[in-house]
């Protein structure tokens, strides 16, 4: 099956700095990709939709200027988390879409990055 | 949009069948039904997908009743491997194909 990268697997900051995870689709071509945000013994919850080409499409609550996502080919999204505070420490994962515009839709999910903010 | 209910927790033992049943009272015409299984500090897998009726693969059968309502993840023979953490999702296909999990359910499966 498809697969979805992610890096780095985990990552440990100081507040304030920036961190950057990038996601990769390794054998397709994502037009889309989504980001995920779960905070333990929660759920999945969609922070925003990358589009190849085009600006992110945000959920609402989700500060655009502080998760900056580029989506700049067709295997790679960036999520930049910019001036990082401890309350942003969380699992995020992105996911690509394998089948952009079809009624059947398979969504290939990264294995995740552990972000923690001292 | 189409909001999923399912149990939050279940137990089962070793070699049982194991039901989950998830509840989407507002699904559109174009959308799809999905299961994925999550493991801790890992990303979801994907389990099976279907729009209507019977689908079954290697791994699980899904059951969607006429009205689409509902539908039911069914797990052969479960494993302790196969404690996790299961969601049903619609698939949102006038969204773009977006996915909003919903809590989920936490399947224990003991010796």
């Known amino acids: 099956g498809a697969v979805v990268s992610q890096h780095p697997s985990r990552v440990i900051c100081k507040s304030g700095t920036s961190v950057k995870i990038e996601c990769r689709s390794l054998?397709?071509?994502?037009?889309?990709m989504f980001w995920y945000r779960q905070f333990p013994k929660q759920s999945l919850m969609l922070m925003a939709t990358?589009?190849?080409?085009?600006?992110?499409?945000?959920e609402q609550g989700v500060e655009k200027d502080k998760f900056l996502i580029n989506h700049a080919s067709l295997t790679l999204s960036t999520l930049t988390v910019t001036s990082a505070h401890p309350e942003d420490s969380s699992f995020y994962i992105c996911?690509?879409?394998?089948?952009?515009?079809?009624?059947?839709?398979?969504?290939?999910f990264g294995p995740g990055t552990r972000l923690t903010v001292l | 949009l189409a909001k999923t209910t399912q149990p939050i927790s279940m137990d089962s033992y070793e070699g049982q069948e194991v039901n989950i049943t998830c509840s989407h009272n507002?699904?559109?015409?174009?959308?799809?039904i999905t299961w994925y299984q999550q493991f801790p500090s890992q990303g979801p897998r994907f389990i099976i997908q279907?729009?209507?009726t019977k689908v079954t693969n290697e791994v699980a059968s899904l059951f969607i009743p006429a009205d689409r309502k509902s539908s039911t993840l069914s797990l052969p023979r479960v494993s302790l491997s196969d404690t996790a953490v299961y969601y049903c999702?619609?698939?949102?296909?006038?969204?773009?194909?977006?996915?909003?999990f919903g809590q989920g359910t936490e399947l224990s499966v003991k010796p």
């Open positions: 996911s690509a879409d394998l089948t952009s515009g079809s009624l059947e839709n398979e969504q290939f």
């Open positions: 054998d397709f071509q994502a037009t889309t």
């Open positions: 999702l619609v698939i949102l296909y006038n969204q773009g194909g977006k996915l909003i």
């Open positions: 279907g729009y209507k």
């Open positions: 990358s589009n190849e080409g085009s600006k992110a499409t945000y």
């Open positions: 507002n699904i559109a015409t174009n959308d799809y």
